[in-house]
């Protein structure tokens, strides 16, 4: 019903089924995974009304016991979500509908769940903020990098007028000007993401 992919590994699709409405991924050496795609297979379907809250456990460093925190949801509408793991914090998770039914295998395996709930429940549930993966525009967030990369090279010629030596075949252009327009550019990309594109 449910597949689990990570970059640069197999596609998983062997979900462990610990209760009717529950099913486990087995994450191994989860401490170099960035992210997690959770996707359903499209060969049976949520039931109507239903979708499944899509749930990250790190194996607690004290008990070793599963920790959970809630990533997000996936439907038959949205059967597929990436989200992001390497910003989470181990041992810090919160209410989850797994009890004690999962427990990693390992202190070096992680667990993607998929819990099957209604999507009221859904609905009324808050994920682990720093899960969410940025939807800015690639070519948007490609410029972004290249401008700063841009300014820091160019500031890293900067020199004082006291150091400065004539030199006639040189153009001097003041530092304070490319970084009023590099503040420029910024506030405009964020009052409009997609002002390059006009």
Known sequence: MFGCLV?????????????????VFNLADYENVNHVVVFMLGTVPFPAGMGGAVYFSFPDPTSGGP???LLGFITNDKPSAIFKISGLKAGEGGAHPFGSVASSPSPSVAQV????EALEQLAQQIPVSSAAVSTVDSFLHFTQKMLDSFYNFVSSFAVTQAQMAPNPAETFIPSGCVLRWYESFQRRMAQNPHFWKN
């Not at 970059?7 to 099913?23: C, E, I, M, P």
């Not at 769940?113 to 099957?116: D, L, Q, T, Y």
């Open 113 to 116: 769940g998929v819990s099957v």
């Open 7 to 23: 970059a640069g590994r197999l596609v998983q699709t062997d979900a462990v089924q610990v209760a009717s409405d529950k099913f």
């Open 67 to 69: 920790v959970w925190q």
